[in-house]
């Protein structure tokens, strides 16, 4: 029978077909009240699919919820011989969390990477439909898999289509279509052909206002009426929700069954896996017999086939959630004795527990057990569930605690931090121990700092720490490190007197200490930075960058490591921030820490500009974006401010200027204004705005004890005072720069000083320290300032009427600035070159600017010389996406590989609009 009233729907979901079988991805979501026609529409797209579409298709249950990856496992865990094409990473991931190896849960990413692999193998060169129905009762750690595929898709030929009640925020933002009630005219035709004997008019009429088109509801409420109903004695109230009057119906028709054939139904209700072994095996247990089966089957409720289904997903759930508690626990008991232990103890162990009332230490152990598989295989949230339920059905009131403390942590660790505060509130009342107190105490303060983000934050984890001190030590500095950290982001916009209390607070807890453990030094050397200065801190900083890279970081050190990474720019050195920063972001991606990747990538991309690599840096840029985008990282645009700063693009480096000041001081984080104030000096000193780099550079001298992006606005401060003519102002950044870098003594501090005192200075002073600096420049390989400084002594050989020697470094600090990419400051050097009697070519525009943004960053991330599949893992897409779009970019730059791409894009950054 054709669908009624869907022509626009089923154009829609053919449309997302086609576009499949021709190569081009995409994922619909079909949404809309219970009952509307969703599954009618699926049935229908898979029963139109051409022959040669390779179908998956799948309906999630309510009760599989708290099932880590258990949705995802029923989609394409019989895919697996397909896993063997993928990168090792992705493959293990998959195996981790389907229970087939055991090893360190892998990040929530990586899983939805490898789940994009494996349908973009099973996919081949054909088409790939994969169809999940009631994908609003998909686990959370499933529905973030699928969610995070959906999104990346884009040239394997997959269609993926999610039907589901209301769209929740996992599947936000992907293409909606929202299935509503038929109109008037199909509605009374349905209603017509579902009661064939006719109905009187009243009835008919009422029936159709209350459906409001819903196919379900004028399919079957009719059913549910008397005949004297049908001959117009049916009133309906309106008082209760359609879903439930539909629901109400389909247990009207339900009610003339046997007594045990409802309880089968029942038990096929509680267990989501569609198993029929399962199902015979617990109704056997149950007394049931192949009568109740065939009854079941005849009154068109249950289906038994190759596996157990209903004719509707609301059957399922009306006859779970009408059923008696009684009922429910017999039939979860039946299930669970029928589940094998060794086969699945997990479901095994949630049938239990659905099956006990009171509380019971065997059950809460079993639950206890599966929150640790589940925490193997990455499901935070299901471990979470497993340990709440657990804790309920603890006798033993310290056990509870316990387990509440851990099904706490497990909700904060899955993003959940107000479920996580709702946990610890239980634990009022019961008898804690000093760890647990210590414990909650440290779990409220990262829930409730993670909620508000406010100033409170810094001292509650300061005391959750101090909490821990003698209870566990491991703990509690990882806890310090965290209040430091909260601080030192808080910087001015935060409490001063609270940064120090931290900060000393840290001091006289690691006071005499010898530890040599990387996560000790840079937790005591930062301390000493924040209550100290730099000076003091020096040698305890130094000490622990060594320690992180000769030591094999825990997960604690790789997430703390790259407070070694700053404080190796507090420090000055070049070298330990090229390599702190490369191993960071090479242990993050190999073992998968993507929340850990974004920070570590933003440091990497301020090596690759100190080393002049700005196309490394933009695409470290790109990778950050693209783990942004997938994962909701709160983390600032700094490295494209930054970028669009160096490269000299005003409208750019202004519009993210606004924006990061303004959450900055929406977050209260220093950090984010020290950070744009350095931007805009950077930039004005390219364009040679210099009263403008004065207004950003004054800003900041309060907070240069801060070091960071506050000191290096010192040395743009002094060149914009000495063009201005203000000596008083300049002298006093140079002396503020002198009290930051001298005690430092590295090349690159000693060469930075050297340049600044070279502008306060005049005659054969000034020429020693500019050349001073140059060596210094050059030995340290920091070509960026190299060329700055080449520009700034030309200008003073030309106002020396040292002409000749004046082009001698102008053209040197031209073609340097050119070659890395400082438009402005190459465009600044062009000027006085022109100015000294030399012209100076300008490059030809090229047509990189038509390339799309996935396009430049997939052509950035190969001109760096990685293959499809490295581009994939970095950009988060399919290797077939990337080799798509690479082909295009070849296209479209009239290029013929991968070699001509460094030309073919080098002019793109120099002829970005506001350049």
């Given at each position: 029978?054709p ?5 626009r ?5 053919d ?5 499949a ?31 040669g ?10 009760s599989e ?21 993928l ?9 981790v969390?389907?229970?087939?190896r ?6 929530p ?5 490898a ?39 884009d040239?394997?030929?997959i269609?993926v289509v ?11 933002g ?26 009187d008019g ?20 009719p059913r ?15 008082s ?24 089968l ?8 896996t569609g198993?029929?072994g399962l ?34 997903p ?10 008696s ?9 039946a299930?669970a004795?029928?589940?094998?232990i ?10 239990q ?14 639950l ?7 925490r ?5 949230a299901?471990?979470g ?5 657990a804790?309920?059905l603890?006798?033993a009131?310290?056990?509870r605690?316990?387990r509440?403390?851990?099904a ?10 107000a ?16 760890l ?7 779990l ?5 700092y ?12 300061l005391?959750?720490?101090?909490g821990l001190?003698?209870?566990d ?7 310090y ?7 030192i ?7 001063a ?15 005499g ?5 990387a ?9 000493l ?20 890279l ?36 090479e ?6 820490v ?21 196309d ?6 790109d ?11 709160p ?16 409208d ?5 200027a ?11 984080e ?20 210099f009263?403008d780099?004065?207004?950003?550079g004054?800003?900041e001298?309060?907070?240069?004890h801060?070091l ?13 005072a ?15 720069l ?10 690159w501090?000693?060469?930075v000083?050297a340049m ?11 020429e ?11 030995r340290?390989r ?29 053209r ?17 050097a ?8 030399e012209?100076?070519?300008v ?12 396009e430049?960053?997939?052509a ?7 293959t ?10 399919s ?14 730059l009239?290029i ?6 460094k ?13």
């Amino acid at each position: 029978m054709p669908l009624r009233g869907r022509r626009r729907e089923l154009a829609e979901l053919d449309a997302t077909l086609e576009r499949a079988r021709a190569g081009r991805s995409g994922a619909l979501v079909v949404s809309g009240e219970a009952g509307v026609g969703k599954t009618a529409l699926l049935d229908r797209m898979v029963a139109r699919a051409p022959a040669g579409v390779r179908i998956e298709r799948v309906v999630a249950s309510e009760s599989e919820m708290e099932l880590a990856y258990a949705g995802l496992h029923q989609l394409c865990g019989h895919l697996l011989d397909s896993a063997e094409r993928l990168p090792v990473p992705q493959r293990e991931a998959l195996e981790v969390v389907f229970g087939l190896r055991r090893a360190a849960a892998p990040s929530p990413f990586l899983v939805g990477l490898a789940l994009l692999g494996l349908l973009t193998e099973v996919a081949g060169d054909g088409a790939l439909l994969c169809v999940v129905d009631d994908a609003q009762w998909l686990d959370e750690a499933s529905a973030r898999a699928v969610a995070f595929a959906a999104r990346r898709l884009d040239a394997e030929g997959i269609a993926v289509v999610l039907a589901m009640r209301t769209v929740g925020e996992v599947f936000a933002g992907l293409q909606r279509l929202v299935v509503e009630g038929l109109g008037d005219g199909d509605a009374r035709e349905l209603l017509r052909l579902s009661t064939p004997g006719g109905l009187d008019g009243r009835v008919r009429d009422q029936l159709i206002a209350e459906a409001r088109g819903n196919p379900l509801a004028l399919r079957e409420l009719p059913r549910a009426l008397s005949p004297a109903e049908i001959a117009g004695g049916f009133a309906l109230t309106g008082s209760i929700p359609l879903e439930s009057r539909i629901e109400q119906s389909l247990l009207a028709q339900l009610e003339p069954l046997p007594g045990p054939t409802r309880l089968l139904l029942l038990l096929a209700a509680a267990d989501p896996t569609g198993d029929t072994g399962l199902l015979w095996r617990a109704s056997a247990s149950l007394g049931l017999a192949p009568e109740d089966f065939d009854a079941a089957r005849d009154a068109d409720a249950l289906t038994v086939g190759t596996r157990v289904s209903f004719r509707h997903p609301l059957v399922r759930s009306a006859v779970y959630r009408s059923a008696s508690p009684e009922d429910r626990r017999r039939v979860h008991a039946a299930l669970a004795d029928a589940t094998g232990i060794d086969r699945d103890p997990d479901r095994r162990a949630w049938h239990q527990a659905s099956a006990t009332l009171l509380a019971d230490e065997t059950v809460a152990a079993d639950l206890e057990r599966s929150a640790v598989r589940a925490r193997r295989r990455g499901g935070a949230a299901a471990a979470g569930a497993f340990l709440e339920r657990a804790a309920e059905l603890t006798p033993a009131p310290v056990q509870r605690v316990r387990r509440l403390i851990a099904a706490a942590e497990a909700k904060h660790d899955a993003g959940a931090p107000a479920a996580a505060l709702r946990l610890l509130a239980t634990t009022r009342g019961l008898p804690l121990t000093e760890l647990q107190e210590a414990l909650v105490g440290r779990l409220r303060a990262r829930a409730g700092y993670a909620l508000q983000r406010d100033s409170s934050g810094p001292r509650l984890l300061l005391a959750a720490a101090q909490g821990l001190e003698g209870l566990d030590p491991v703990l509690a500095r990882d806890t310090y490190i965290e209040a430091l950290s909260a601080a030192i982001y808080g910087g001015r916009l935060g409490d001063a007197e609270q940064m120090a209390a931290v900060a000393n607070a840290i001091l006289e807890a690691t006071d005499g200490e010898e530890s040599d453990r990387a996560r000790d030094l840079i937790l005591r050397g930062q301390a000493l930075l924040a209550a100290k200065g730099q000076e003091a801190a020096i040698e305890t900083l130094r000490r622990a960058q060594r320690a992180f890279l000769d030591q094999a970081p825990d997960s604690l050190e790789l997430h703390w490591m790259w407070f070694a990474s700053r404080a190796a720019q507090d420090l000055w050195d070049a070298r330990a921030l090229r390599t702190l920063a490369d191993r960071q972001v090479e242990l993050a991606r190999s073992e998968g820490v993507v929340t850990v990747l974004p920070i570590a990538l933003s440091l990497l991309m301020v090596a690759q500009t100190v080393d002049g690599e700005l196309d490394a840096a933009e695409a470290s840029c790109d990778e950050i974006d693209a783990i942004k985008e997938v994962t909701g990282n709160p983390l600032p645009q700094y490295g494209r401010l930054f970028l669009a700063a160096y490269r000299g693009q005003v409208d750019e480096t202004e519009r993210l200027a606004v924006r990061i000041r303004a959450d900055a001081q929406e977050r209260g984080e220093g950090y984010g204004l020290s950070a744009v104030n350095f931007a805009e000096t950077l930039l004005y000193n390219g364009l040679g705005r210099f009263a403008d780099v004065v207004v950003s550079g004054r800003r900041e001298l309060p907070y240069t004890h801060e070091l960071s992006h506050a000191m290096r606005v010192l040395g743009e401060l002094v060149e914009a005072a000495a063009h201005t003519g203000e000596r008083e102002l300049a002298e006093q950044a140079c002396e503020q720069l002198e009290g930051v870098t001298r005690p430092v003594g590295t090349n690159w501090a000693l060469a930075v000083l050297a340049m600044a005192k070279a502008q306060v200075r005049d005659g054969d002073e000034a020429e020693g320290l500019y050349l001073e600096a140059i060596g210094r420049f050059e030995r340290e390989r920091i070509p960026i300032m190299v060329g700055r400084c080449c520009l700034l002594y030309g200008e003073w050989l030309r106002r020396a009427r040292r002409n000749a020697e004046a082009r001698g470094r102008l053209r040197t600090a031209h073609q340097v600035l050119s070659e890395i990419g400082l438009n402005g400051f190459a465009a600044r050097a062009a000027r006085e070159l022109s100015g000294s009697g030399e012209s100076v070519g300008v490059r030809p525009q090229g047509s990189a600017a038509r390339l799309t943004d996935q396009e430049l960053n997939v052509a950035r991330l190969a001109r760096e010389g990685l293959t499809n599949r490295d581009i994939g893992a970095r950009l988060f897409v399919s290797a077939r996406t990337a080799e798509y779009h690479l082909s295009k970019v070849f296209a479209k730059l009239g290029i013929r590989g991968r070699a001509e791409l460094k030309t073919a894009l080098a002019d793109l950054d120099r002829t970005a609009p506001g350049a």
